[in-house]
T-cell receptor, first 111, second 115 residues
């Protein structure tokens, strides 16, 4: 079983739609959580960190449920430019602070 | 600032050939990482470094070696390339924001094809 699991998608939604992605992680020792975005043939870039209380950045809302070990990302009012792969990432507290990446969920926003 | 750069951007090798991938950063970050990304597999950590002169194995280190002689550079070597090493290679640098968090910044990637 992968340590971080995501639905690969693709999620195909019209512009203006609201879409949500979930991610589950298996290691209860995970301490930090992130969403990264990766455009086709480009490098991953940090979208947002995920805090226990939930956090929002414009149209993007991230939630963390430690008891159930899942993380979610909600995108409201989808734009064509939101089309990308969204990577769920967790970090464990050890001396190297390595990140564990999910395989990603692909989002396609159509006109 | 260039951020994180990788050289080369693309390379074709024959089985058994060797090569070195160079990662350079001007962000003064302590941590540096090499990942490979394959379809359906996500990013997998090959080797990493927590500081100049130190390296450690990641999840998939076999067939690769690394060196961190200078803080700003992290080299990934393939001594004898195999077709299974065909992949996209990303370098990343890391910084600790708070005690429990870290952000990583990625280079643009190197596409390697081993025939």
């Amino acid at each position: 079983r992968k340590e971080v699991e995501q639905d690969p998608g693709p999620f195909n939604v019209p512009e203006g739609a609201t879409v949500a992605f979930n991610c589950t992680y298996s290691n209860s020792a995970s301490q930090s959580f992130f969403w990264y975005r990766q455009d086709c043939r480009k490098e991953p870039k940090l979208l947002m960190s995920v805090y226990s209380s939930g956090n929002e950045d414009g149209r993007f809302t991230a939630q963390l449920n430690r008891a159930s070990q899942y993380i979610s990302l909600l995108i409201r009012d989808s734009k064509l430019s939101d089309s990308a792969t969204y990577l769920c990432v967790v970090s464990r507290m050890d001396s190297s602070y390595k990140l564990i990446f999910g395989s990603g969920t692909r989002l396609l926003v159509r006109p | 600032n260039a951020g994180v750069t990788q050289t080369p951007k693309f390379r074709v090798l024959k089985t058994g050939q060797s090569m070195t991938l160079l990662c350079a950063q001007d962000m003064n970050h302590e941590y540096m990482y090499w990942y490979r990304q394959d379809p359906g597999m996500g990013l997998r950590l090959i080797h990493y470094s927590v500081g100049e002169g130190t390296t450690a194995k990641g999840e998939v280190p076999d067939g690769y070696n690394v060196s961190r002689l200078k803080k700003q550079n992290f080299l990934l070597g393939l001594e004898s390339a195999a077709p299974s090493q065909t992949s996209v290679y990303f370098c990343a640098t890391g910084t600790r924001i708070e005690e429990a968090q870290e952000t990583q910044y990625f280079g643009p990637g190197t596409r390697l094809l081993v025939l």
